[in-house]
């Protein structure tokens, strides 16, 4: 078994266990592969060993990726979670699936507009700035629901629920409080009358919270690809 088949198995174990542990079906938690950085082979290997959701952050590397992997572009999907700027968001309305990090409506807006025709609607979701630090990206907590009600509408995206990064927590119980806060979020979402499933939360070093909390994909990237050069 090649070294990414096996830390994809360790990773769907680690999947498992949190689920069982949370009372939840593991069913309920979709592993997102996260390739930044990751070779078009080893997103391949990833494929051949059963994977086939994949996590892009920086546009033309996503792109470039899609383009080497064409021959399996029907089995793949593809999420854009990385930052978005207005003017790049036409590749990723042609060519992803889903984009996880909407912070305002005029990304939404564009989006919407952008995405072809022929495609199914983009599923988004919106990332909130759950852990409240100015630097970070994110919609504030008590603006969410304006901004999706807003999305909700928009013809060509779906809006799908929520993404957060929190500020990284060595501690279980600090890790958790966000993504309690998400939950919440999201139920006041539902509320509201909202149509929204989706729970985006947990990386390498968290997901188990996160299940713990709701999580409904988790975006894992070191712990399938293995350490990343530092970028940039
Ligand atoms: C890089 C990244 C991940 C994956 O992080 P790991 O710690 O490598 O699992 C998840 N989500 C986002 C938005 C990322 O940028």
Redesign the pocket.
């Given at each position: 078994m090649s070294v990414i088949a096996a830390n994809l198995q360790a990773v769907t174990n680690r999947i498992a266990a949190a689920t069982q542990q949370a009372g939840r079906d593991p069913s309920q938690v979709k592993l997102l592969a996260?390739s930044?950085t990751v070779s078009p082979a080893d997103v391949r290997a990833a494929f051949n060993a059963g994977q086939t959701a994949f996590?892009e952050?920086y546009v033309q590397e996503g792109l470039d990726k899609i383009a080497a992997l064409d021959d399996l572009r029907a089995r793949l999907q593809w999420h854009f979670?990385?930052p978005l700027q207005s003017n790049k968001t036409r590749p990723v309305a042609e060519q992803f699936d889903w984009v996880?990090?909407i912070d305002r409506l005029k990304i939404a807006q564009r989006l919407s507009d952008q995405r072809p025709d022929g495609l199914p609607p983009l599923h988004v979701c919106l990332q909130v700035n759950i852990s409240g630090e100015d630097s970070k990206s994110g919609v504030a907590p008590d603006e969410v629901l304006a901004l999706a009600r807003e999305v909700a509408g928009l013809p060509r995206l779906r809006l799908r629920g929520l993404m957060a990064?929190p500020e990284p927590e060595e501690d279980p119980d600090a890790q958790r409080r966000p993504f309690a806060a998400m939950r919440a979020l999201l139920g006041t979402l539902r509320q509201a009358g909202l149509d929204v499933d989706t729970l985006s939360m947990g990386?390498?070093?968290d997901m188990d919270a996160a299940i713990a909390e709701g999580a409904t994909i988790v975006?894992?990237?070191?712990?399938i690809f293995g350490a990343?050069a530092a970028k940039n």
């Open positions: 996260v930044k996590g952050n979670i990385g996880h990090a990064i990386m390498s070093g975006r894992i990237g070191t712990a990343r």
